[in-house]
């Protein structure tokens, strides 16, 4: 395939990738507080309604090693359509036990939504397959920036499809689930028609001729092994992984911090919309300057960030709500730098033998830091304070500063 054709295939393959994530976003995002009251409903304690969110993001780790063998053996139009397939299935088990108050169903449910969010990541790595390395960062950085139009509309139809779950015989908290179920079918046929040609079968095709064989696929263990032999590819496994981490950690137990003075639940969303707008607005911005300013400088810069801004955080009073505010805000900057900076150079580092294979592991690790760190997380707020769990988040943090600069200096 010619130059210029490339160029086209590349503009349509991230228009359709954009696209992709609005949908999923506005299908899942509102069943992110659905699934919470949900679950508290069913079980009659509010102490279980974390699990919701447990089960999903458990649900994205699970699956992100088997998309990525997907994507070795049929690339990124089955990986990601069958992601979307597993998700929208996973909707309807969750209106299944939100209408028959069962909770296995529920949780079941919440946990196959979860492969929208393991496709939704692995769609980044789609978007550099035929990246020109100038712009690598750019490209992934618009498919990361289109979550947040469904991160912004997602929430707000959450009320009208309550309004409409009724009408089926359905429990209103079931509505967010129907938009998912409709959204994520919407986002399934989007891919599996319009993803085409596959951006990964036609990288390894232009790379290694039309006639090569897929390799053997790789244990997630012996992926890591050889991903840690190469330190720019370890560094980018980590500011991925680390930078996840500290977001996570913090974010989740910010509404909980809040709580323990009379904050309205209003301005509690509104530190949080702050927050997401820190995660989304600015990736295009991010991404020209990873392509400028190099990959290992702005995950530098990235891990500056969030020390600064667990240190505005972890000061804040639970009432200051401007200084939270101001902490959250950073802190989904910072992630923004070591998520795109981080998987860029992840991608231009790994050998293409192994390139799906490590992106799935990447992802599994990202999310298994997610889930202990959250979990962590509220036991250091259980025992000890807010200020202390911004604190503990800093030393990873302070040490994805050092081996960046390590290698920076190295180079």
């Not at 599996?192 to 039309?210: A, S």
């Amino acid at each position: 395939m010619g130059l210029v054709n490339n160029d086209v295939l590349q503009k349509h393959t991230i228009r359709t990738l954009a696209i992709t994530q609005i949908l999923t976003g506005i299908g899942v995002v509102s069943t992110i507080a659905a699934g919470s009251l949900l679950v508290s409903s069913i079980s009659h304690s509010e102490s279980l309604a974390g699990l919701a969110q447990t089960f999903n993001v458990l649900g994205a780790a699970t699956m992100a090693i088997p998309l990525a063998s997907l994507t070795h053996r049929g690339g990124r139009r089955l990986a990601l359509s069958t992601g979307y397939v597993i998700a929208t299935i996973g909707s309807i088990s969750a209106i299944i036990g939100g209408s028959h108050r069962i909770l296995f169903f529920m949780l079941a449910g919440t946990f196959m939504i979860g492969a929208s969010s393991a496709a939704n990541y692995q769609s980044r790595f789609a978007a550099v397959d035929l990246s020109h390395p100038e712009s690598r960062a750019r490209d992934l950085s618009f498919v990361v920036w289109a979550s947040t139009i469904g991160a912004v509309l997602g929430p707000n139809l959450m009320a009208p499809f309550g309004s409409i779950a009724p009408y089926f015989g359905l429990p209103r908290l079931t509505g967010p689930y129907l938009l998912a179920a409709v959204m994520l079918g919407i986002a399934t046929l989007n891919v599996w028609f319009r993803l085409k040609p596959d951006p990964y079968l036609t990288h390894i095709t232009q790379t290694h001729g039309e006639n090569v064989k897929p390799p053997a696929r790789l244990s997630a263990r012996v992926v890591l092994a050889r991903m840690k032999k190469s330190p720019r590819t370890l560094l980018g496994l980590m500011s991925i992984a680390i930078g996840h981490l500290a977001m996570v950690s913090i974010m989740v137990m910010t509404p909980v911090h809040m709580s323990h003075v009379d904050v309205s639940l209003k301005i509690i969303g509104l530190v949080i919309s702050v927050h997401v707008a820190g995660m989304y607005a600015f990736s295009p911005i991010v991404g020209k300057l990873a392509d400028r300013m190099g990959r290992i400088r702005v995950i530098q810069i990235g891990a500056g960030i969030l020390l600064l801004s667990g240190l505005i955080a972890g000061t804040a009073d639970a009432g200051n709500s401007v200084q939270l505010g101001c902490g959250l805000f950073l802190l989904g900057v910072g992630w923004s730098c070591t998520l795109i900076a981080g998987s860029t150079l992840l991608t231009e580092t790994i050998d293409d033998d192994i390139r799906a294979s490590a992106q799935g592991a990447t992802d599994l690790v990202m999310n298994l830091c997610a889930a202990g760190g959250g979990a962590l997380a509220g036991l250091i707020i259980a025992t000890l304070s807010y200020g202390f769990l911004c604190a503990f988040v800093c030393v990873p943090v302070a040490f994805l500063g050092y081996r960046a600069t390590r290698l920076a200096a190295a180079a």
